[in-house]
């Protein structure tokens, strides 16, 4: 084990080096001025600090005040050596984050016996630090696993959805990429933009329930196949919702929001402006912006310059024109999500 001997009397140091040598398993490192000592101290690991009081440029008690600042050095023990024994100086002492006290001249039994106590405390803190650190990887791993386990079943709730619905699975990469956009725009919480972009290809999940026969319709559907088609919305908040993993309970949220308009016209709620949840007013634009640029059975797909037109004439209508700004605030990254993940 490393101990730090401070102190400007070169004597002392020399008798303290020799102390340290009858320990088991430690070595020390001497200075006689305390300035480089602090800097040496602030860089290094070490387990033990025997500093001196009374030392020109930085005083004892400074030097603790000091290094208890510095990162990972708040729990090392430090034992100061003084021959004031008044009772403030002590009280400073400790207040400052010393952990005990020798006086001079110093006694060598005494001395020895107060470093190996602090340097067994010294070893179950580094024990105890080791092991809090390995539980702590391995309830990294444990919660990536989950998470792994998580997003392998939300994409196969979106690919279950998918072999029943004419959009490409192309579509859900594209919409989840813009949707991330979006969120980071608008959102300084990274960790949201990336929740927003796993739950966002299971908006249609509700159309599992959707029958064949309008899901799959090739031409326009009349008025009471659309509003069996609305329903998917609903079915998708029942599926999604009432489970503990955080994205889950957005992706329930998506489903049942990306439907809904900015002036109230939408479903299956009929909310209107900020009443609609942010994670589906932020879907609605992405999902209808690449609706508009692909090509269905019963359509083909707009020129991106027509699609954007037409989500503006929409802003404040069917978007919030704060999340299509930020659609577009982003375009470019937009059209290279576009080209990236064709049909």
């Given at each position: 084990?490393?101990?730090?001997i401070?102190?400007?009397n070169?004597?002392?140091?020399?008798?303290?080096?020799?102390?340290?040598?009858?320990?088991?398993?430690?070595?020390?490192?001497?200075?006689?001025?305390?300035?480089?000592?602090l800097?040496?101290?602030?860089?290094?690991?070490?387990?033990?600090?025997v500093?001196?009081?009374?030392?020109?440029?930085?005083?004892?008690?400074?030097?603790?005040?000091h290094?208890?600042?510095?990162?990972g050095h708040d729990?090392?023990?430090?034992?100061?050596?003084?021959?004031?024994?008044?009772?403030?100086?002590?009280?400073?002492?400790?207040?400052?984050?010393?952990?005990?006290?020798?006086?001079?001249?110093?006694?060598?039994?005494?001395?020895?016996a107060?470093?190996?106590?602090?340097?067994a405390?010294?070893?179950?803190?580094?024990?105890?630090?080791r092991?809090?650190?390995?539980l702590?990887?391995?309830?990294?791993?444990?919660?990536?696993e989950?998470?792994?386990?998580?997003?392998?079943?939300?994409?196969?709730?979106?690919?279950?959805a998918?072999?029943?619905?004419p959009?490409?699975?192309?579509?859900?990469?594209?919409m989840?990429?813009?949707?991330?956009?979006?969120?980071?725009?608008?959102?300084?919480?990274?960790?949201?933009?990336?929740r927003?972009?796993?739950?966002?290809?299971?908006?249609?999940?509700g159309?599992?329930?959707?029958?064949d026969?309008?899901?799959?319709?090739?031409?326009?559907?009349?008025?009471?196949?659309?509003?069996?088609?609305?329903?998917?919305?609903?079915?998708?908040?029942?599926?999604l919702?009432?489970?503990?993993?955080?994205?889950?309970?957005?992706?329930?949220?998506?489903?049942h929001?990306?439907?809904?308009?900015?002036?109230?016209?939408g479903?299956?709620?009929?909310?209107?402006?900020?009443?609609i949840?942010?994670?589906?007013?932020?879907?609605?634009?992405?999902?209808v912006?690449?609706?508009?640029t692909?090509?269905?059975?019963?359509?083909?797909a707009?020129?991106?310059a027509?699609?954007?037109?037409?989500?503006?004439?929409?802003?404040?209508?069917?978007?919030?024109?704060?999340?299509?700004?930020a659609f577009?605030?982003?375009?470019e990254e937009?059209?290279?999500?576009?080209?990236?993940f064709?049909?």
């Amino acid at each position: 084990m490393k101990i730090v001997i401070v102190d400007d009397n070169l004597v002392n140091v020399q008798l303290i080096e020799a102390l340290v040598e009858q320990l088991d398993d430690c070595q020390s490192v001497s200075f006689t001025d305390p300035v480089p000592a602090l800097a040496w101290c602030g860089a290094n690991e070490f387990d033990l600090l025997v500093v001196d009081y009374m030392m020109p440029g930085i005083e004892g008690i400074e030097f603790i005040r000091h290094l208890r600042a510095s990162v990972g050095h708040d729990k090392v023990p430090v034992l100061m050596v003084t021959a004031d024994c008044a009772r403030e100086v002590l009280h400073r002492a400790l207040e400052a984050g010393a952990t005990d006290f020798l006086t001079k001249p110093i006694d060598t039994i005494e001395f020895r016996a107060r470093a190996r106590n602090m340097l067994a405390i010294r070893q179950s803190h580094v024990a105890w630090s080791r092991r809090t650190a390995e539980l702590a990887e391995e309830v990294r791993k444990a919660t990536a696993e989950i998470l792994d386990r998580e997003k392998d079943t939300i994409m196969r709730l979106c690919r279950a959805a998918e072999f029943r619905d004419p959009e490409t699975g192309a579509h859900i990469l594209r919409m989840a990429h813009y949707s991330r956009l979006i969120a980071e725009q608008l959102v300084a919480d990274p960790a949201y933009a990336a929740r927003v972009f796993e739950a966002a290809p299971m908006h249609d999940v509700g159309k599992l329930g959707t029958p064949d026969h309008i899901l799959l319709k090739p031409g326009k559907l009349t008025a009471e196949e659309f509003e069996i088609m609305k329903q998917h919305a609903a079915i998708g908040w029942g599926i999604l919702k009432g489970g503990a993993s955080p994205t889950l309970a957005l992706a329930a949220e998506i489903a049942h929001a990306h439907h809904e308009k900015f002036d109230g016209s939408g479903y299956p709620g009929g909310l209107a402006g900020a009443a609609i949840p942010l994670s589906g007013r932020i879907v609605a634009v992405a999902d209808v912006f690449d609706a508009l640029t692909s090509a269905r059975p019963y359509k083909e797909a707009w020129e991106v310059a027509r699609a954007a037109e037409f989500m503006r004439q929409n802003s404040g209508s069917h978007f919030d024109p704060q999340c299509l700004e930020a659609f577009f605030a982003r375009w470019e990254e937009a059209l290279e999500v576009r080209d990236r993940f064709k049909d």
